[in-house]
């Protein structure tokens, strides 16, 4: 910690002998070996939270970073999906469409089509889905069973 050699800890003894005295040189080196623990104890410590603050810091970093990744995935495949809902709402339109529609015309079909496509639940479990389902169960009527001779 201090590179004090063993002639360089003898000379320190001696001077402590001279100036503090027989008497009272023990419970001073005592003193001061526990204030040197406690002084290591606290050097350990904040080394330890140095380190501690400089993973979570690293953490923290390598998680903007996946979160960034995420996102620009998530944006690629967004972008990627809205390509091919609109080729396919193009494709579509074009088949049913009837012979004399014009292209503007076409084009503003496929808009509110995808803009039906985009609103509507994509999801089981949804609140739509199951309002759904609870009126096609209503007016579905069962089935019954025919007899066989």
Same mark, same amino acid.
């Not at 509507?120 to 999801?123: E, G, I, L």
């Given at each position: 910690m201090f590179d004090i050699g063993f002639s360089e800890l *003898? $000379? #320190?003894a001696v001077v402590a002998l #001279? @100036? #503090?005295g027989p008497e009272r040189l023990p419970k001073v080196a005592r003193t001061a070996? $526990? *204030?040197?623990g406690r002084l290591r &104890?606290?050097?350990n410590d @904040? !080394?330890?939270d140095i380190s501690r603050e400089m993973q979570l810091e690293e953490l923290k970093k390598m998680q903007q970073d996946v979160a960034d &990744? #995420? @996102?620009a995935a998530e944006s690629t495949v967004r972008h990627e999906m809205h390509e091919v809902e609109s080729e396919m709402a193009s494709a579509v339109m074009q088949k049913i469409a009837p012979p004399g529609l014009e292209a503007e015309d076409i084009a503003v079909a496929q808009e509110d089509s995808f803009r039906a496509v985009s609103s509507?639940?994509?999801?089981p479990g949804t609140a739509s889905s199951? !309002?759904?389902s609870a009126e096609l169960a209503k007016t579905a009527t069962p089935a019954t069973p025919t007899e066989r001779t």
């Open positions: *003898l $000379l #320190i #001279i @100036v #503090i070996g $526990l *204030l040197s &104890r606290y050097v @904040v !080394k330890a &990744r #995420i @996102v509507a639940p994509t999801f199951e !309002k759904t």
